[in-house]
């Protein structure tokens, strides 16, 4: 153990500075304390604002409460970060599981009552135990410490903050607007400031609520559209969310069904948030609330909702125009501040009629608009281009030359696009791969099947077809189960096998030998993605190494090499990865989960998703999905 010589010092109001909005921002403040109950399990939080200083603000909820040990590790640890210590899902104190993410991440909001008093109270319950803390700032050079502490039995989970107001009072009505727009995405966390629950008549939203009644049906559902930007910050829950009866109906997102509304990554659609209310629709849910079952009335559904979306969006039109202008790179501002007005006009008038056309369009797209317009115009005088060489080294001269001559402003938009999408697959496999409700011959299967970089570069080739050699093969192995083409676009996408606890996709290269003049298989790729959540045992892997042994002894040929790929959630203990089969090894066997393959993807891409995760990790799955095959 080293000695350490000079120990780490903090200033007085290191704890204060650091916080930074959280302590001067009442809104901000108590919207970071609600997302703490929140993310702590709570069904119902309790709020009291006072309506003058020198009296007792409290939030309480009804969560799963922290032990003693609990309150050390997580509460007095700076910056402590959640999603390491406790995952990205919520734990609630009845024990049962949880889809509910977690808001918090970098462990600051806790302290949010600093914004209103010196010093606050926690007073925290779990296990038989009640733990009542007083918290202050400054206390012997730390930045924040427990400065008194009691205990007591207890029956009951849940936390407690109180303050004594004598800064920042809080405007109840400001607060009851943005924590409902904030929260009210889940019907069953409930809010109540002052006596009085928060519902959705609370948003003043961009416009009034919508009836519509679902044609030829029973149907009738009651649309909210919410500005979500109210919140004082992002929101991991964006999109459409349906309540049925007062319940939420599996999570927020811009895909209805197999269409996508929004991108989730872009300004519109982290701003706009839709709530849809209906007491009609309960025969259309899945068992386990995780989403809708495919019918023809909730097609009919998600039409309907998609029109009033896609008005709505087109109503705020003028706000997204600002937003769009706020939101350019700084850079860009910059530079439209050195520009003739008529310049700036030009700017203005090209992005009104690009969000006027298109409400939907992504800042990046806008960005780049915006530059080409100025780069035409600084084009008409070289001094600004020749400044900015005469400042390169030789090196940085040369090497930006090569770069022009080898690359236009076209291969690098094509690339970048590709990047995002290949990103986009990996993000979306690792959310879907494990979550039980996925159907794997729609969504997954289609998806890797057009992927098969994700196995390695040597199946990007695209001499992969499946030719009627390889059919007469499978069908004499695959006598008992359905042998489908899902769409008319089977020319892109292998043929799928379905098993009772899978799908099987095959695909292969043909060959042309000089002595034969006649097309043979040289290799053949094959493919089975289990159900979601599947746990891969040495039955399944047995089973597979019998289709491949099946293969090599098919009409394919004494050439033709088998690699075969098991991919599901987990893998059984003491199971060998990979297996070579048949003679002088010719076919092969992976077993993998689908984190394993998309690890392995990453790491191909230069570990780029980890450079830039804030653009995925949001974004619902079937969303990413639904972006990726858009773009294929």
């Known amino acids: 153990m080293e000695n350490v010589l000079f120990p780490s010092l903090y200033e007085e109001d290191f704890i204060i500075r650091s916080l930074g909005s959280i302590v001067t921002q009442p809104d901000v403040a108590l919207t970071e304390l609600v997302a703490n109950a929140w993310d702590a399990g709570a069904s119902n939080v309790t709020i009291s604002i006072p309506e003058e200083t020198g009296h007792l603000l409290y939030i309480e909820d009804d969560g799963i409460g922290m032990s003693e040990s609990e309150f050390q590790h997580h509460w007095m640890t700076l910056r402590y970060n959640r999603l390491k210590g406790q995952g990205r899902n919520v734990k609630f104190p009845s024990g049962e599981k949880s889809n509910r993410l977690a808001f918090g991440r970098n462990g600051v909001g806790r302290h949010g009552l600093f914004c209103f008093g010196n010093e606050y109270k926690v007073i925290t319950e779990k296990d038989g135990k009640k733990l009542t803390l007083k918290i202050k700032p400054n206390v012997d050079s730390q930045p924040f410490a427990v400065v008194e502490k009691e205990e007591c039995i207890s029956t009951k989970n849940g936390t407690r903050l109180e303050v004594i107001v004598t800064k920042n009072l809080p405007n109840i009505d ?23 629950t928060l519902n959705l008549e609370d948003l003043t939203g961009e416009t009034e609520p919508a009836e519509i009644d679902i044609d030829g049906t029973n149907i009738h559902l009651t649309a909210y559209f919410v500005d979500t930007t109210k919140a004082g910050r992002k929101s991991i829950f964006q999109g459409i969310a349906f309540w049925q009866s007062g319940r939420l109906v599996g999570e927020p997102s811009w895909s209805l069904g197999k269409n996508l509304i929004l991108d989730g990554r872009t300004s519109l659609a982290k701003r706009y948030t839709f709530i849809i209310k209906s007491n009609d629709l309960s025969e259309y849910i899945k068992e386990d609330w995780s989403g809708f079952k495919t019918s023809e009335e909730i097609e009919k559904v998600y039409q309907a909702v998609e029109e009033f979306v896609n008005n709505s969006l087109e109503s705020v039109s003028s706000a997204t125009i600002s937003n769009v202008t706020d939101n350019l790179d700084t850079t860009i501002k910059q530079s439209l501040q050195k520009v003739n007005p008529l310049v700036r006009e030009e ?25 080409t317009i100025l780069n035409m115009e600084n084009s008409k005088n070289g001094h600004e281009l020749l400044e900015k060489l005469a400042t390169l080294s030789s090196d940085d001269i040369d090497g930006l030359n090569n770069l022009l001559n080898k690359w236009t402003v076209s291969d690098a938009l094509v690339v970048l696009n590709e990047i995002d999408r290949r990103l986009s697959i990996i993000t979306a496999i690792r959310k879907l791969g494990k979550d039980k409700t996925t159907d794997e011959l729609h969504v997954l299967h289609p998806m890797i099947a057009e992927s098969r970089w994700l196995f390695g570069p040597e199946y990007e080739s695209s001499e992969y077809i499946f030719n009627q050699q390889m059919k007469t093969a499978v069908e004499r192995i695959f006598t008992d189960v359905k042998y489908l083409t899902l769409d008319a676009n089977y020319k892109k996408r292998p043929d799928l096998i379905c098993l009772p606890d899978s799908t099987i996709g095959v695909t292969g290269i043909e060959d042309f030998p000089a002595d034969l003049g006649l097309a043979k298989v040289r290799k053949l790729l094959l493919i089975e993605l289990k159900k979601g959540g599947f746990k891969i045992k040495r039955e399944e892997r047995n089973q597979a190494q019998g289709y491949v042994e099946d293969l090599l002894n098919s009409n394919l040929g004494v050439d033709c090499q088998i690699t075969a790929y098991v991919v599901g959630d987990s893998i059984a203990d003491n199971l060998t990865s990979m297996t070579k089969i048949g003679d002088g090894g010719r076919g092969t066997l992976y077993v993998t ?39 294929l």
């Open 174 to 196: 400001k607060i009851t607007e943005i924590l409902s727009a904030r929260f009210l995405h889940d019907p069953q966390f409930r809010i109540t400031v002052n006596h009085r």
């Open 347 to 371: 700017v203005k008038s090209t992005i009104a009629e690009i969000v006027k056309t298109n409400p939907k369009v992504r800042q990046e797209s806008v960005n780049l608009v915006v530059q």
């Open 593 to 631: 989960t689908f984190d394993q393959l998309v690890d392995t993807a990453e790491r191909r891409m230069f570990g780029l998703r980890q450079k830039i995760a804030a653009r995925y990790d949001d974004v619902p799955g079937m969303d990413l999905y639904a972006q990726a095959m858009l773009n």
